[in-house]
């Protein structure tokens, strides 16, 4: 039995929200989301990844068709891509502690600096607020965060934020994400570290 | 992504940290970082950089080598071997 959900022109997070609620009642077949942007796109391919789901996107015209079935993949926790910690962290601002903004800046600075050098790596970062801040063009940690993705660190930031501040076009490193799936990251992490 | 050999500049004070790092981030690429734990001194910042550019950062600081001490960093594996240098 096939399924199609028709998300275009939701905001996000509602095409993750819609295609979650239908795949937990999924017994068997496969289900078609439609949506009408990549990050839409990239969000619910990533949910559909996480639940141990086969993905294959088609664009057709301006739309993305996400085509998501049951297939012999192993639930992403195995995946090598996974084989880092078991630690989520969470970066709400661009600086590290109360106080000077200057010393905050060297303070967060330090920290990632740190977390390349510190084994094993974490398994997510999330940013949000300010903390996106660290994640687009000329911030000073870019390197340093490319670095942990090419480790297979993932690396997110929030979409609302990024708009708010209008730096969205300016993303450097990792993908866009929202609440929702800040949420389930956070709260299915078995260690948390918030700054 | 961690490099094998470079040195660090270990300071005395943040603000000797800072300061250097404002001066020399003008003409070289160098990177502010947390005194690595293998070497101990009174301030956490040091500022680290690519053993091509030791002539180059010295020459920069040559003022201040009071208030800084200059180390060569060699890892091995997850180990780092410090080299105090004398400046």
Do not use: W
Request: glycine share 6%; hydrophobic share 35%; proline share 3%.
């Amino acid at each position: 039995m096939n399924q199609e959900i028709d998300a275009r022109g939701l905001q996000c997070p509602k095409p993750v929200i819609e295609t979650k609620k239908i795949l937990d009642k999924l017994q068997d077949g496969s289900i078609v989301t439609i949506v009408d942007n990549e990050v839409a796109m990239k969000n619910v391919s990533k949910l559909a990844q996480s639940m141990a789901y086969d993905v294959d996107v088609k664009q057709i015209e301006s739309d993305y068709h996400i085509n998501i079935y049951k297939g012999s993949m192993e639930p992403m926790v195995n995946m090598s891509k996974n084989t880092n910690g078991e630690t989520v962290i969470l970066i709400g601002d661009e600086t590290l502690g109360q106080g000077a903004e200057e010393l905050g800046k060297i303070l967060m600075k330090g920290y990632i600096y740190t977390i390349t050098e510190y084994d094993p790596y974490p398994k997510s970062i999330l940013f949000i607020n300010s903390g996106v801040k660290l994640t687009i063009e000329g911030s000073e940690v870019i390197d340093y965060l490319r670095g942990l993705e090419k480790e297979g660190v993932e690396i997110l930031s929030c979409g609302t934020c990024l708009d708010y501040y209008k730096i969205k076009d300016k993303l450097a490193v990792g993908g866009v994400t929202n609440m929702y799936t800040i949420v389930d990251t956070l709260h299915s992490a078995k260690n948390k570290v918030t700054l | 992504m961690l490099d094998k050999e470079f040195y660090v500049l270990a300071f005395d004070s943040t603000h000797y940290a800072i300061n250097t790092e404002k001066k020399l981030k003008e003409h070289l690429k160098i990177e502010t970082i947390p005194t690595p734990r293998e070497i101990s001194t009174s301030c956490g910042l040091s500022i680290k950089f690519g053993v091509e550019l030791l002539d180059k950062v010295m020459e920069l600081v040559k003022e201040d080598l009071n208030n800084m001490k200059l180390y060569r960093i060699v890892r091995e594996g997850i180990k780092k071997n410090v080299y105090p240098m004398s400046i």
